[in-house]
């Protein structure tokens, strides 16, 4: 059941006592007809808690394994998101490094454009 206030989720699983004792069976004393029938009644009742108990036991597991694969799916979710966020950043400093190793290269170009023009003004003069 889920605590939304306390944001977790709890599983109550009941204790079930699936024991000779606790299904009410024992050992044969005699072999009349009276005693072998409510042995058998006793292991029609104990057969049939038994198989309630495996139901209920199959429901639980089910829900356990229903919030299992959802917390696995969140996970995976969260974790996509946070690797975008990452990969995100990356991708944003390598074009920022891109521009200015650009600028970069047209300053020294233009620098060197300029060098040889002056060059060729001194050239002319002389």
Known sequence: NEKRDEGKSELTIASADLTSSGLNLSDAT????????EKLDALSESLSTLRTQG??????LNTVKIRQDFTKDSINTLQ?????????????????????Q???????TALSLASSADQAVLSFLR
């Open 80 to 100: 996509t998101g946070a690797d975008s966020l990452v990969l995100a950043d990356t991708n944003e400093e390598g074009a920022n490094m891109l521009a200015l």
């Open 55 to 60: 139901s209920t036991f199959g429901s639980n």
């Open 102 to 108: 650009t600028r970069q290269s047209l300053s020294t």
């Open 30 to 37: 005699s072999l009349s007809s009276d005693e072998a029938n």
